[in-house]
Structure formats: C-alpha cells, structure tokens
C-alpha cells in the first residue's frame, strides 16, 4: 500500500529522463573569407555561410555513414547554420544533444565573393564520436568542391512494374537535385542529395545536381511501365 501511494502522489515511469548535453564546435575560416579570390567587401561576407549537421551513425562506419547521408537515410539530430566570421573562429553551438550516442557532423561552407557574384563552396566530415557530457572534441577539415558528380537513377533496369521507387541521387555532398519530366520547362528543386519518385507511366525522368553557383550535366532515364 505504501508503494501505491507513493506512486499515486509520484507518478512512475518506466522511461528515465533522457541525458542531453550542450557543446560547441569551432572552424577556423577566416583564410577562406580573407581571400581575395572568393571575397570583396563586409556586405559579402556576411552572406557567407556553415551549416554543421549532426546525424546518430548508429552502428555504421564513417564511410557508411557518408553513404547513408547522402541518400537521406542517417537520423539528424541537429542541424545548425550560422554566419561565418571573417576575423576569429567559426562557432556552431549543439543543444540537447543524447549523450552516448555515435556521431558523425557533415559541414557544408559557402563563401560569397565578388559581390555577391560568386560562390566557393566547401565541405567536409568528422570522425564518429560518441557524445559525451561537456566537451566534445570534433575536428573538421574541409574540402573545396570543384565539380558536381552527375545524378544517378537506381533501380537501373528500365522496365519496371506500376508504383516502383525510382531513387535519384548525387555522391557530392550538399547537391541538391533538380529534376522534371517528359522534358518539361519546369524543374522540381530538392533540397537534398537524394529523392524518390513513384513511377505509375511511362517517363522520361532528367535530372542534374548543383552545389553553390556549379551545376553537374543533365542526365535522363526513361521508364517503361509494365501493367
């Protein structure tokens, strides 16, 4: 009786409170905002951007993971973008994050220059980490993208049944893919390396991918519905 009135008056639960912690993780890029091939002027740079992403990696490894990411399939946890700092550090701030989880962070960094006229874009990963309480030491090194791989369609095989999945997807990391049909003028814009259609009738899908102002060749595939 005792138990039941305390849990009458404590309401019990079989689900502890979840452990979260807070950490920051610094970049420095002041040499990418100081050069003068990729910016000119204040009004510039503060249109240059990082955007850290956290995902859980659960069990896979780095190479998994990047894999997963780019076809949308990794859990994000958080997703931060903020301003970069043309004189000290780049800060990105993570709140709330599970504590003992494996991570892995995806930067993408674009740097405006020439007045707004061009983009540089940058991007890299971390190593998977498990998240601990307090300080979190995360080290990024980021790469300069300088072409845009070309949209792959899977499955391959151009026959299929009525309602397939058709994935359309790009191996750059931070691509959006940009697609539409029968070679129509308007394209559908998806803010993301990967994107699904269902195919219910014959099709000719084109698609390409683009990262800042570089773009990758058109690709097409056409469908053929079998009922």
């Given at each position: 009786?005792?138990?039941?009135?305390?849990?009458?008056?404590?309401?019990?639960?079989?689900?502890?409170?979840?452990?979260?912690?807070?950490f920051?993780?610094s970049?420095?890029?002041?040499?990418?905002?100081?050069?003068?091939?990729?910016?000119?002027?204040?009004?510039?740079?503060?249109?240059?951007?990082?955007?850290?992403?956290?995902?859980?990696?659960?069990?896979?490894?780095?190479e998994?993971?990047?894999?997963?990411?780019?076809?949308?399939?990794l859990?994000?946890?958080?997703?931060?973008?903020?301003?970069?700092?043309?004189?000290?550090?780049?800060?990105?701030s993570?709140?709330?994050?599970?504590?003992?989880?494996?991570?892995?962070?995806?930067?993408?960094?674009?740097?405006?220059?020439?007045?707004?006229?061009t983009?540089?874009?940058?991007?890299?990963?971390s190593?998977?980490f498990?998240?601990?309480?307090?300080?979190?030491?995360?080290?990024?090194?980021?790469?300069?993208?300088t072409?845009?791989?070309?949209?792959?369609?899977?499955?391959?095989i151009?026959?299929?049944?009525?309602?397939?999945?058709?994935?359309?997807?790009?191996?750059?990391?931070?691509?959006?893919?940009?697609?539409?049909?029968?070679?129509?003028?308007?394209?559908?814009?998806?803010?993301?390396?990967?994107?699904?259609?269902?195919?219910?009738?014959?099709?000719?899908?084109?698609?390409?991918?683009k990262v800042?102002?570089?773009?990758?060749?058109?690709?097409?595939?056409?469908?053929?519905?079998?009922?």
């Open positions: 009786r005792k138990h039941r009135e305390g849990c009458r008056f404590r309401p019990c639960s079989m689900e502890s409170e979840l452990d979260t912690t807070d920051s993780v970049l420095n890029l002041q040499h990418l905002v100081q050069n003068k091939n990729n910016l000119q002027g204040r009004s510039a740079t503060e249109k240059s951007s990082l955007t850290l992403t956290l995902y859980n990696s659960q069990t896979f490894t780095k998994q993971a990047i894999e997963e990411v780019l076809k949308n399939r859990p994000v946890v958080s997703s931060v973008k903020v301003p970069v700092s043309p004189s000290e550090p780049t800060k990105v993570f709140l709330k994050i599970p504590v003992g989880i494996n991570a892995i962070i995806v930067a993408e960094c674009t740097i405006v220059g020439n007045g707004g006229k983009k540089n874009c940058y991007t890299g990963t190593d998977i498990e998240v601990q309480r307090g300080r979190n030491s995360v080290e990024i090194n980021l790469e300069e993208i072409n845009v791989g070309e949209v792959q369609f899977y499955p391959q151009r026959e299929v049944d009525y309602g397939t999945n058709v994935t359309l997807s790009c191996d750059t990391i931070g691509a959006q893919i940009l697609y539409r049909f029968d070679g129509a003028d308007e394209w559908t814009e998806v803010d993301a390396s990967s994107v699904t259609i269902t195919i219910k009738n014959d099709v000719t899908i084109s698609a390409r991918a800042g102002g570089m773009e990758s060749e058109e690709v097409s595939a056409d469908y053929i519905v079998n009922y």
